[in-house]
């Protein structure tokens, strides 16, 4: 198995103000697979990306990746872990404002030891005119897409999207999908979105969907739309 | 009801507290040591100038060659509209250790004495004693020491009011409070010492008082001329020009001066400091402004919320700085200046002036900066500041770096750029620090320097002035002929020049005897002079002047000196073929009687500056040293710090991209290391540069020369000291990006 979650436990809070984020999470994502996490808020889909993610920890339980245990790395290991294995998109996209597009990519780039080549990345994005702008000269799609553009370049393992149309409009999200679909279809990369939005689940090869901290359904999507057929 | 807002203070400065402590320390510093000051200053200026009625300060005193008889000076007081008060004194060496004690008689009319301790003299060999001179030499109230083969007992410690700064002479460039002192005895005392040094010295009081120091000079050219036509004149040294009663008057004051310019530069800086800090509060928070104009809160409310911290902290500064100025630092200042001058007593009380120039200009300084720029940043829509994009007017077009530069090296520059207002800000703190550590370090090698320099080049090991000629058998001695006058340069104050007639072969000045004059280099530097230039010099008691050609310099690199062939002396100043009044000597000529040497120029009167000032100074650098790092850690940590809070969301990323902490700082502090290395090495020469020049601003009032030369070492030091103190800033900061939290990026999706 590419991806396992075996009992996953995340709290927050003390005494009588402790919530319970993630009650005992067990999930296996195969290599290549296309999985959504949905659920409404609060259910702890965030949470559990930023653990696989290596931004949060567990409580208890543990992530391997192809049977490295997340748990066990130290603070320079697990860096080495996302630098090596993980691509990032957030809802808010987080670029960085003083670097150009051009450079927020070359930012995620010279991780790589085997970068995707930035002027084709920017070309296929539909930056390439837009290279030499700041973030905030970009509308909020284009700013995405320069998300995607960074988190993809270095070619990682598995893509991390953290409701990556939530703050874009209907059209803008959809083309948004397109392209990470492309990229999971042509580099074969794995994909965890956490969305809200019920009609993505559509289009991932597999369904996981939370709520109150628990997995309420997972199961393979044997009946893919693509995105053009996305209705929401 | 109370404001919410005021709630979220609290976690506000638990959240930046680092920067409030430092903030709230530099102002507890800056006040403390600046109302210290202040008040001491002014409590000193005060007890000064009541000192000149209280203790009836002479307008003036003259010397006379020879005693002159009572008709002669009834004569003197009505011809020239004063009141000749006898101040006799007598020139004793002291034999229990070395310095020359200046002993007067009982002063009941003039320049009365202020005690400090102890009492007045009663008995024979009752001594009342200079506080500082006494101090030098560990005697205390009970104390005994010899004086010229006697036995004095100290009776009191008192300051003397007409040598609040010691100077034995007032050519001389700098006081000397160890190697000089002064004393008084009761009139049978005074008697009891030979006559061999004793001065026929008088002060005077005018009839009518001079309005003013123009007034003073024009009174006393008045005088001197009536006095010089009745009696022969050996000092002439009216109050106005008197660097012993006046010095440390004038110091007190330019003192206040300077140091109230620094702490306004200071919060100048300070101010804008706090501006970038709450632009960049501001810019952190915008989605909370944004949504708390955008729910009705008045822009003046915003403003006087984001107001509160910075005006309670420096609220809170200047409380603490006070309290700390009036118990702990206006001691330790006055002792800065009870250490270098011999003051009288003064008191200390709440000054409604050092409130305002201390505290009240200090505040109102930084609200009105913090003010302008709130309201400005303010005055966005609700709706930028809930976009966070608080650019006013166009977006921002990011400029073009060169592609073929490295990433990392194109981020670093981004990083610069972005931060360029606060980089500006820490190149203006790394001057002011390095300015006040400079200052705290040259002077020392700078007076080893100008010490070793004037041993070095000493025309002999003694000069002896003479009264009038006397021989002598010691074999080193060189005959040579010397006179006083005055510089005319009409820029600047005119000061006594020593010129020398030399023989033709002397051992012990070496120099063309072409028919110009040769002059010292001090002569040369103070005054920017070169060959071929004509100097006019005029005489000390008279008008005559006297035109030189310069035609050569001599090394002599602290007197202001003329040098001229020893018959073109006698011919000049029309003496007799032959004459002399000194010698040049490597030996202590013994065969002279006493009584005939007016004075002896050795190592000890040469050197006086460079001791004195680093006996005086050597306390208060050592304040400047710390300061200077203090200062340079304080501006650099701020803003450094400041750079790492506005990208912390954008280093958090970095982060989770996968960079690890070394590289982030590659990019984040080292960016922040450059600037500040850069800064400290080329700002170095250009604080030199300034230094001097405020150097050579304020020792062109004094007389004689004190070259401004720098050390190598001096700069080395500083520039260590500064890469030092960065790396503890750099220490603070790499521990600082260490622990943003992942989770700081996903901040602004909430």
Redesign the interface.
Known sequence: MFLELSQIKRAFGEGESRVEVLKGIDLQIEKGEFCVLLGPSGSGKSTLL?II????TADSGYISINGEKTADMNE?AL??Y???H?G?I???Y?L?????I??NV??????SDSPLEVDELLKTLGLYEHR???P??LSGGQQQRTAIG?ALV?NPDILLC??PTGALDYKTSKEILALIDDVHNKYGTTVVMVTHNDAIKNMADRVVSLRDGMIRKNYLNETKLTVDELEW | MRDPLNKRLGRQLREELGKYVIIFLFFVMMIGAVSGFIISDTGMINAYNESFEKYNIEDGNLEFTLDPDKDTIEDIEKDGGIKLYENFYKDEETDSFDSTLRIYGERDEIDRLCLWEGEFPSADDDIALDRLYAQNHDLKVGSSFEVSGRTLNVCGIVAFTDYSALYESPSDLMFDNDMFGVGAVTDAGFDSFNDDHLHYNYSWLYDKSPDGDVQAQEMSEELMKTVAEKAMLQNFIPAYSNQAIHFAGNDLHNDRTSILVFLYITMVILAFIFVVTTESTIAKEAAVIGTLRASGYTRGEIVRHYMKLPMYTLTAGAIVGNIVGYTLMEKYMAAAYLGSYSLTTYSVSFSADAFVLTTLIPFVIMFVINLAALTRKLTLSPLKFLRRDLTRGQKKKAFRLNTKIGIMTRFRLRIFFQNISGYIVIIFGIILGYSILFFGLMFEPMLDNFKEETVNNMIADSIYVLRMPAETDAASAEKAAMTSLKTTFEKYKAEDVSVYGISENSRYVKIDHNGGVTISTAFMNKYGLKKGDSITLTEKYGDKDYEFEITGFYDYPSTIAVFMDIDDFCETFDMDEGYFNIYFADEKIEDIDEKLIMSKITEDNLTKTSRQMTRSMSGIMTVFKWFGVVMFVMVIYLLAKLIIDKNAQSISMTKILGYSNREINGLYVHTTTIVALLSMLVTLPLVDFLIGAIFKMVFMSYSGYFAYETDLTVMVKCFITGVISYSLVAFVLNRGVKKIPLAEALKNAE
């Not at chain 1, 993610?53 to 949060?56: A, S, T």
């Not at chain 1, 070359?106 to 991780?111: I, M, R, S, T």
Request: net charge positive.
């Open positions: 930023n993610g290596g931004i949060d320079k860096t080495k996302r630098r090596k993980l990032y957030f809802q808010m987080n960085i404002p003083n670097l150009n051009k450079e070359e930012v995620g780039a010279y991780l030499h702008k700041l905030n000269q960074r270095k953290d409701e």
